[in-house]
């Protein structure tokens, strides 16, 4: 693997211009390199702060062939790229992560059979690409459980509940059963999810931020806080399983793992994300060096910063659906005026329901504390 180190003032290339890319860009120019989007959007979030975007749509070979050739190392802000168009970028530029990462990252299968190959528990899971697979996998692992397509899924969508055999017919024709490719998953009883971050350096390094404790509705993320409330135990197993998938895909760069933690604290992984991540958010305000840097200095060969949390801190999302495009001035007063509360809003032109515009962080004694900090102001920011 290339231990290249690239400096501030090298350029940065990141495939995908959405919040993640905004912050990644943010966090990259305030270091000093220079960062160049691809995206299909001119005005997409990340492209209203980086030093260029190149508009095109993501799976756009030559695009991604342009913005190679004009970077000196390229990352992801999107994990769903064609993996051989990927792997033929690489005589141009290093890409960190690598595609073998990327490869794994965007198929459900292979994410499970990643962490099963290194003995980290999954939900029970078959793979299903006709109606007689899934009957015989709704026999094997019952219900209820969730039917879901195994590329492309993200914020819930490609997901259908099997709640009895009956849903089995209008889930499977829901999701193009058939034509794509689907996975059958046990339904878990959870007391709790929580996601590990860790970052790991081209040398092996490796920095896990502290657990966080993630509140979902209706498979988009809500809320999240740090540290978790869990047993010392749990957050040491947690990070220990995190650690083992980032050594065993060989990850230059973020790597989120997201858990379930069940009625008995065991902990059961739900799937990875190799970049920033949502309920990463928080680090920004949290943590001496921001999810978003801590991506940088990996990528870019740099040691890695300490992730550790100088405050309990709480995320909390703003969908489309609550916050419109504008927001009025006595909601951002009043959601200011809450104490170490910060608002980040992504420059998105159009409010679909259940997109996400933003984030407020806020910063308290307790994880509880900084909660509901962060739904105060959310509901002052609502209020308007
Ligand atoms: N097997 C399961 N058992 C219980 N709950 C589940 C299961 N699979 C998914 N969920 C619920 O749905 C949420 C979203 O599912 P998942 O993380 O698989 O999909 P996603 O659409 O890729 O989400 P993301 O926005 O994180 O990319 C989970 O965080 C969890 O709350
Ligand atoms: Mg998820």
């Not at 870019?300 to 801190?313: D, H, I, K, T």
Request: charged share 25%; aromatic share 4%; hydrophobic share 45%.
């Amino acid at each position: 693997m290339s231990r290249a180190v690239f400096l501030p003032g090298a350029t940065i290339g990141v495939l995908g211009g959405g919040q993640l890319g905004r912050m990644l860009a943010l966090e990259a120019r305030r270091m000093g390199y220079r960062c160049l989007v691809l995206d299909a959007a001119a005005d997409a979030p990340a492209a209203q702060v980086a030093d260029g975007c190149i508009v095109a749509p993501l799976d756009d070979v030559e695009a991604a062939r342009e913005l190679a050739r004009r970077s000196d190392v390229v990352t992801f802000e999107w994990e769903n790229a064609d993996v051989d168009a990927l792997r033929k970028l690489e005589d141009i530029v290093p890409l960190r992560p690598g595609p073998g990462v990327l490869e794994i990252a965007q198929h459900r299968l292979l994410e499970k059979d990643t962490a099963r190959k290194i003995g980290l528990p999954t939900a029970e899971y078959r793979a299903v690409r006709s109606r007689e697979d899934l009957r015989r996998a709704v026999d094997e692992i019952g219900a209820p459980s969730v039917l879901k397509t195994v590329r492309g899924g993200y914020d819930g969508r490609g997901q259908a509940r099997i709640r009895t055999r009956a849903d089995i017919e209008g889930a499977f024709r829901e999701l193009g059963g058939g034509e794509v490719e689907l996975i059958l998953e046990e339904w878990i009883r959870f007391r709790l999810e929580i996601s590990v971050i860790c970052a790991r350096a081209p040398g092996g390094e490796i920095r896990t931020y502290p657990i966080s404790e993630n509140v979902h509705r209706a498979g988009i993320l809500e809320s999240t806080v740090a540290p978790a409330r869990i047993p010392d135990a749990v957050a040491t197993e947690a990070r220990r399983m995190g650690e083992a998938f980032a050594e065993e895909i060989e990850l230059v760069g973020l790597l989120a793992v997201e858990m379930f933690v069940g009625e008995d604290d065991s902990l059961r992984v739900n799937e990875i994300a190799p970049r920033p991540h949502n309920s990463g958010h928080y680090t920004w305000e949290a943590c001496s060096v921001s999810q978003f840097e801590q991506h940088i200095r990996a990528v870019c060969g740099l040691p890695l910063g300490a992730p550790e949390l100088l405050r309990p801190a709480a995320m909390i999302n703003l969908l489309g659906d609550e916050v419109g495009t504008g927001l009025g001035r006595g909601g951002v007063v009043g959601a200011l005026r809450q104490p170490s509360v910060a608002l980040h809003l992504y420059g998105k032109g159009e409010a679909r329901p259940g997109r996400k515009m933003g984030h407020l962080t806020a910063l308290a004694d307790t994880p509880g504390a900084a909660l509901e900090a962060a739904r105060a102001a959310k509901d002052a920011l609502l209020r308007g």
